[in-house]
């Protein structure tokens, strides 16, 4: 009877799981066919454009079926393109129906490259002549630095603004490793590859310190200089204001340091945008959001229907990790470039990079199409948060590179990392055993530490891998081996700093990247943009999410932004990736 009650429960929990899943498709597909049945957005005149950066800023919004409507059911904001930004941002600036824009940047959720590109465009838009409202009840400083372009700044009420420095923090396993009894094997090359220290030391090495107050220090500096350019305020009497902790200060501290122009509340500044739209106060503003507006059509005077293109190819996320569906797939991205190296309407490329790097193997696979590529038409990387490792290594055999101050790169150097789990399982009472036909038969075993000639085997494998990896790069920047390996050694570079060592060739951004390749294929007035890789269609997307790794994007989900999902998805990197590594030292997290 036991049994069978528990048959019978097991039945029916099953059928309800059956049935919820079955739904939910069903509201995906209903929500498919609406979006793609959906009638073309107007635009009214006397419009403002809203931006709203609410949600995670991707370099490229994908049509997710799946994930957005997942994301709809938690009231999670569903990621925003960059490229939906910049574009909107461009139209509006020519757009005669859009008199201005309105900001809330509030929590913005990327990284300071990303900031940086769209505070970039916001001051072209302000060339225009047309104005810039910002407002929130909180900025964070990543919030508050691109609200500083605005020609208002306003925060409510017993608001807050955080204005503090940057710090960067980063956890260590190695005394958890310990007690649960597993030792991180180690092998690498470069004094400054610190990727491996979570797992072998309790805190930074001098290296590592060093080098992560250099790049800091040199973002933090940018970012006073830009403020200052906007509100003012010398860099001096930033800093002073920062170690005074603004977010604990009254409202009076916050006017009178210049870092706002007013405290308002929502009906305030709404009144406010009325009077700069000249719409009568009893009547509702006329307005578009960004994301509705990324799909409105404005001609561009300057272009065309032309049959050159320049193709811009996104490179987004860890090289070859964990998750097949998720990040760059080498052999996904390879097939990209070479595609746009055959068509011969495409007269150049730029490769756009925001990759902490990742499997030494992938990045030798792109590369070698990188490389292919521009020996045939002019090929730009235009790197965005992050081009290290194999972000770089991706990068070399460019033509040029363009950067921004911002931006992360280098970190030149290769690691593998492999756990020898044998002190936990005698803990936990598992025994091992095997039977082999030649010496490195079982290699590599986790169940038991090296040998002496397995450590010297896989350092020659670690030092080949670094050999290679310098040779591309003194190759692509037509230099030597030796003095790239006097800059490499796994040191991180702000995009600032590798100005001046021959990493980076220019600072800007994607547009100044896209201008760059229209002059080299010299057809500067006759080109247009295609992105690359092509999008699916909604239909196409939902059925790869639902044949792709659905529990790692529920779980994505449900802990985004949770510390301890990152730290869960740092130890499943090191149980699952590829042994040798060239990716950057740790997950980077500058607030």
């Given at each position: 009877m036991k049994k069978f009650l528990k048959y019978t429960l097991a039945v029916i929990v099953g059928s309800f799981v059956t049935i919820g899943i079955l739904m939910l498709a069903f509201f995906i597909m209903i929500g498919i066919f609406a979006a793609s049945s959906q009638k073309e957005i107007s635009v009214k005149d006397n419009s403002v454009l809203v931006i709203k950066l609410d949600g995670p800023i991707v370099e490229r919004k994908i049509s997710d079926p799946i994930s957005d409507a997942i994301a709809e059911i938690l009231g999670e904001p569903s990621p925003i393109g960059l490229n939906q930004i910049l574009s909107s941002i461009k139209k509006a600036q020519r757009d005669d129906r859009i008199k201005g824009i309105y900001l809330e940047s509030g929590t913005v959720l990327a990284g300071y490259a990303t900031v940086e590109e769209i505070r970039n465009a916001l001051l072209d838009?302000?060339?225009?002549?047309?104005?810039?409202?910002?407002?929130?009840?909180?900025?964070?400083?990543?919030?508050?630095?691109?609200?500083?372009?605005?020609?208002?700044?306003?925060?409510?009420?017993?608001?807050?603004?955080?204005?503090?420095?940057?710090?960067?923090?980063?956890?260590?396993?190695?005394?958890?490793?310990?007690?649960?009894?597993?030792?991180?094997?180690?092998?690498?090359?470069?004094?400054?590859?610190?990727?491996?220290?979570?797992?072998?030391?309790?805190?930074?090495?001098?290296?590592?310190?060093?080098?992560?107050?250099?790049?800091?220090?040199?973002?933090?500096?940018?970012?006073?200089?830009?403020?200052?350019?906007?509100?003012?305020l010398s860099a001096e009497k930033l800093n002073v204001i920062a170690d005074q902790v603004p977010m604990f200060k009254d409202e009076t501290f916050l006017m009178q340091t210049g870092l706002i122009d007013g405290l308002k509340y929502k009906d305030q500044v709404i009144n406010e945008l009325k009077d700069s739209t000249n719409t009568d106060y009893s009547k509702d503003i006329n307005s578009i959001e960004i994301k509705k507006y990324a799909d409105v059509y404005v001609p561009d005077d300057k272009k065309g229907i032309s049959k050159n293109k320049i193709a811009v190819i996104y490179a987004e996320g860890v090289i070859d990790g964990t998750d097949s569906s998720e990040g760059i797939i080498s052999e996904d991205l390879s097939r990209t470039i070479r595609q746009a190296r055959r068509d011969t309407t495409i007269k150049a490329?730029?490769?756009?990079?925001?990759?902490?790097?990742?499997?030494?193997?992938?990045?030798?696979?792109?590369?070698?199409?990188?490389?292919?590529?521009?020996?045939?038409?002019?090929?730009?990387?235009?790197?965005?948060?992050?081009?290290?490792?194999?972000?770089?290594?991706?990068?070399?055999?460019?033509?040029?590179?363009?950067?921004?101050?911002?931006?992360?790169?280098?970190?030149?150097?290769v690691f593998g990392l492999i756990p020898n789990v044998k002190g936990l399982f005698?803990?936990?009472?598992?025994?091992?055993?095997?039977?082999?036909?030649?010496?490195?038969?079982?290699?590599?075993?986790?169940?038991?530490?090296?040998?002496?000639?397995?450590?010297?085997?896989?350092?020659?494998?670690?030092?080949?891998?670094?050999?290679?990896?310098?040779?591309?790069?003194?190759?692509?920047?037509?230099?030597?081996?030796?003095?790239?390996?006097?800059?490499?050694?796994?040191?991180?570079?702000?995009?600032?700093?590798?100005?001046?060592?021959?990493?980076?060739?220019?600072?800007?951004?994607?547009?100044?990247?896209?201008?760059?390749?229209?002059?080299?294929?010299?057809?500067?007035?006759?080109?247009?943009?295609?992105?690359?890789?092509?999008?699916?269609?909604?239909?196409?997307?939902?059925?790869?999410?639902?044949?792709?790794?659905?529990?790692?994007?529920?779980?994505?989900?449900?802990?985004?932004?949770?510390?301890?999902?990152?730290?869960?998805?740092?130890?499943?990197?090191?149980?699952?990736?590829?042994?040798?590594?060239?990716?950057?030292?740790?997950?980077?997290?500058?607030?």
């Amino acid at each position: 009877m036991k049994k069978f009650l528990k048959y019978t429960l097991a039945v029916i929990v099953g059928s309800f799981v059956t049935i919820g899943i079955l739904m939910l498709a069903f509201f995906i597909m209903i929500g498919i066919f609406a979006a793609s049945s959906q009638k073309e957005i107007s635009v009214k005149d006397n419009s403002v454009l809203v931006i709203k950066l609410d949600g995670p800023i991707v370099e490229r919004k994908i049509s997710d079926p799946i994930s957005d409507a997942i994301a709809e059911i938690l009231g999670e904001p569903s990621p925003i393109g960059l490229n939906q930004i910049l574009s909107s941002i461009k139209k509006a600036q020519r757009d005669d129906r859009i008199k201005g824009i309105y900001l809330e940047s509030g929590t913005v959720l990327a990284g300071y490259a990303t900031v940086e590109e769209i505070r970039n465009a916001l001051l072209d838009f302000k060339n225009s002549g047309k104005f810039i409202i910002s407002y929130a009840p909180v900025y964070t400083q990543k919030s508050y630095y691109l609200a500083s372009v605005a020609d208002k700044v306003y925060l409510s009420p017993g608001g807050m603004l955080e204005f503090k420095g940057i710090s960067s923090h980063r956890t260590f396993f190695k005394n958890t490793l310990e007690k649960l009894g597993i030792e991180m094997q180690v092998f690498r090359h470069g004094e400054f590859k610190s990727a491996v220290e979570p797992y072998t030391r309790t805190d930074m090495s001098k290296p590592a310190r060093m080098q992560t107050l250099t790049y800091t220090l040199s973002i933090w500096n940018h970012l006073l200089s830009k403020i200052n350019d906007s509100r003012g305020l010398s860099a001096e009497k930033l800093n002073v204001i920062a170690d005074q902790v603004p977010m604990f200060k009254d409202e009076t501290f916050l006017m009178q340091t210049g870092l706002i122009d007013g405290l308002k509340y929502k009906d305030q500044v709404i009144n406010e945008l009325k009077d700069s739209t000249n719409t009568d106060y009893s009547k509702d503003i006329n307005s578009i959001e960004i994301k509705k507006y990324a799909d409105v059509y404005v001609p561009d005077d300057k272009k065309g229907i032309s049959k050159n293109k320049i193709a811009v190819i996104y490179a987004e996320g860890v090289i070859d990790g964990t998750d097949s569906s998720e990040g760059i797939i080498s052999e996904d991205l390879s097939r990209t470039i070479r595609q746009a190296r055959r068509d011969t309407t495409i007269k150049a490329v730029v490769l756009r990079i925001n990759s902490p790097g990742g499997s030494a193997l992938g990045s030798e696979i792109i590369w070698r199409e990188v490389k292919l590529t521009s020996e045939t038409k002019p090929l730009i990387v235009s790197m965005s948060d992050l081009a290290a490792s194999g972000g770089y290594y991706i990068a070399c055999a460019a033509d040029t590179i363009v950067a921004h101050p911002n931006t992360l790169t280098g970190s030149i150097g290769v690691f593998g990392l492999i756990p020898n789990v044998k002190g936990l399982f005698n803990k936990i009472g598992i025994t091992t055993d095997r039977v082999k036909t030649n010496k490195y038969a079982d290699l590599p075993s986790i169940d038991r530490p090296f040998t002496s000639d397995e450590k010297e085997l896989l350092q020659a494998f670690v030092e080949n891998s670094y050999n290679t990896f310098i040779d591309r790069c003194a190759e692509g920047r037509n230099t030597t081996k030796e003095k790239i390996d006097e800059i490499g050694q796994g040191r991180v570079w702000s995009g600032k700093d590798a100005i001046d060592i021959n990493l980076v060739d220019l600072l800007g951004g994607l547009d100044d990247a896209i201008e760059i390749a229209a002059k080299n294929a010299n057809i500067t007035d006759d080109y247009r943009i295609v992105e690359l890789p092509e999008e699916l269609t909604p239909f196409e997307q939902f059925v790869k999410s639902m044949g792709g790794n659905v529990k790692t994007r529920i779980m994505s989900l449900f802990w985004k932004n949770n510390d301890y999902a990152k730290i869960l998805q740092i130890i499943n990197n090191v149980e699952n990736n590829y042994p040798i590594q060239a990716r950057i030292p740790y997950d980077i997290s500058l607030n």
